[in-house]
């Protein structure tokens, strides 16, 4: 190619360039749709309540009375088994209601002082101070902006949109021309 054609193609590639350049500061073409910007005229957060449920530990101290299981004696459980068991044994009129009457009486007699034995001490241990903790929910409702409400001017018409967040001074839109079929 000589230098004439090149200078040629370059002029006309730089004019269609300086063309194109040109109609993308309003709108631009792709796939057969167009775009363009318009001016934001007011971008208008709106505003929504909304509940929120919030877990919160609150915890305080309480005085209880602790026992030592290492302290308590057995004596009283297992003599309590053994009147039961002879008691048991008592009743029975044959050697297999003696057995079973021994057994269900050492039991009864075993838990019976064990109960006996706690009631009696009452509230002997120590006393401690322990803290308890519960988680409760509270409740409270706030503002929470879920979008804007946008007025924009485009070619001598307003127009307004709901739009997720604020666009700034103008806004993107989206042209379309389509025919009208009788």
């Not at 318009?38 to 929504?48: D, R």
């Not at 030592?68 to 009743?91: H, Q």
């Not at 409702?141 to 018409?157: I, L, N, S």
């Amino acid at each position: 190619m000589n230098i004439k054609k090149l200078t040629a193609l370059s002029i006309v590639f730089s004019g269609l360039l300086l063309s194109f350049t040109l109609q993308a500061q309003d709108r631009y073409v792709e796939d057969n749709v167009q775009y363009g910007y318009a001016t934001v005229l007011s971008s208008e957060p709106v505003i929504k309540l909304i509940h929120v449920s919030e877990p919160q530990q609150q915890c305080w101290d309480e005085r209880v009375l602790v026992r030592d299981p290492r302290r308590e004696s057995k004596t009283n459980t297992i003599l309590g088994a053994i009147i039961g068991g002879a008691i048991g044994n008592a009743v029975g009129h044959n050697k297999t209601n003696k057995r079973v009457g021994t057994f269900a009486g050492a039991l009864l007699g075993g838990s019976i002082a064990k109960d006996m034995q706690r009631n009696q001490r009452g509230q002997r241990g120590r006393v401690q101070t322990v803290t308890q903790c519960e988680t409760i929910s509270r409740e409270r409702t706030e503002e929470r902006v879920v979008g804007y409400r946008v007025t924009y001017h485009y070619q001598g018409k307003t127009y307004t949109t709901r739009m997720r967040r604020d666009p700034g001074n103008t806004v993107r839109v989206r042209l379309s021309v389509s025919p009208v079929i009788d």
